[in-house]
Every structure is written in C-alpha cells, then in structure tokens.
C-alpha cells in the first residue's frame, strides 16, 4: 500500500502489538494488513494531517455545515468523483489527494473495485453508545474534531453490549469498568475496525463509539464500507 501525499508520520522506528488486547498501531500504512490476523479487531495507521488538508476541512465546515455524502465509489475514478462533489476551496487537491489514497488503500486491502464512502460534517455524537457493526470491516478516519473511541477487549463485559446494558447508560451498565479504559484516536489517524460480519467473527467485533462534539463545534468524518 501507498501513502499518501500530504501527510506526515510520527516519528518511530517499528509499529506497536498489543496481542492481549487485540489491537495493533503503527506508523506505517501496512499495519492496516494486520486485520487480517485473526486475533486483531482493530488496526490504527497513526498519521499526521498536512496543514492544507486541515484548512479546507475549516473551511468546508463553514461552507457546508450539513454535508452528509454517501455514494459508492468506483476506485478507479475516486478523483473524479470527489472533485465533482467536493467544493473548489484552498487546500481542494490535497483533499482529494489524502482521500482518493485512502480509497485505493482499502480497495487494495479488501480486493474491491468500489467503496462505499460516507463523509459527514457532524455537530453531535452520531453513535454514542458503544457498539459493534454488523458488517466486514469499517475503515474511519476524522479529519477535524475527535477521534473514534473504543475499548479493548479485556476491558469489556459483551453481555452489556446492546439490550444488555438493561437500559442504563454505559458508564453504569456494567459494559466497562472505569472511564479510564477508554481508548480514542487522534484526528488523521485511519482505524480498521473488524465486525461481527467478518468471516468467524459473529459476536467479537470492535466495541466502539462516537465521541461527543463540544458545542460550537464541528466533526468531520469520513467511512469506507464493502459496496
């Protein structure tokens, strides 16, 4: 896999493995391959977001303020599509740049030929619960606000997860123990999270959540999905 133009990586010498919490991060996009073991639920390419990229997504919030897209992408004319949706504002081509990255990145990570993209502007949390997805695997990234947050796997009580948390919220089902077990990523970092569709995973997938937007402000997400 290629990284993009535009972003910069922390500084480090090798990718992190934390095997007892089912988890890996890494410097280097080829910890995303890393999802494929079947002892990996979440895998995060830590990344640092170009200065351009973060204006236009400043702008784009003022701009478009509602934006909610969703469209199946063929990969092959990722650019084309997003500069025909995308509003022409500073820093527009190293956008797309990042994005269409990201797109043939997990294309090639999942052999697909087109992707289901979301990129919303947010004011709120859109799942505030955690919760796993019924689905494959969800590529996210946020380019302006927080990160996704998620919780490890020797953290969790899954029988909380659901109609299990008895109407409670999850501070006080039981779902976790502290709020200190809350992991979240940062803002430019692409996390893969394994579902419960994936292939001999039904009822182990990623436990995670949105996190709040503080009032006044704005979050910019970006998913992928098989299409």
């Known amino acids: 896999m290629k990284a993009a133009e535009g972003f910069t990586y922390n500084q480090s010498d090798h990718n992190h493995y934390t095997l007892a919490t089912n988890h890996v991060n890494g410097i280097s996009p080829q910890i995303l391959t890393e999802i494929y073991r079947e002892d990996i639920m979440l895998a995060v390419f830590e990344r640092t977001l170009a200065s351009e990229i973060s204006h236009y997504c400043e702008q ?11 469209s199946a992408i063929k990969v092959a004319y990722a ?3 997003l500069q025909s949706t995308l509003p022409n504002l ?7 740049e990042d994005l269409s990255t990201l797109i043939e990145m997990y294309a090639c990570l999942f052999d697909l030929t087109e992707v289901g993209l979301r990129m919303q502007i947010l ?17 996210i990234t946020t380019y302006q606000g927080g990160g996704t947050e998620w919780l490890n796997n020797v953290d969790i009580d899954r029988s909380k997860l659901g109609a299990g948390n008895m109407g ?13 077990c809350i992991q979240q990523v940062n803002v430019g ?16 997938g990623a436990v995670h959540r949105s996190p709040a937007v503080p009032a006044g402000e704005k979050r910019v997400v970006v998913t992928m999905d098989f299409a």
């Open 123 to 139: 004011d709120r949390a859109m799942c505030p619960r955690f919760h796993t997805d019924n689905i494959g695997c969800r590529l």
């Open 60 to 70: 784009l919030t003022q701009e478009k303020p509602n934006l909610n897209l969703r």
């Open 79 to 81: 650019k084309q599509a």
């Open 189 to 204: 970092d692409v996390v893969l999270l394994k579902g419960d569709g994936w292939i001999g995973n039904e009822g182990f």
């Open 168 to 180: 409670l919220p999850d501070t006080e089902s039981g779902l976790f123990p502290n709020t200190d």
């Open 90 to 96: 500073a820093g527009q081509s190293e956008f797309i």
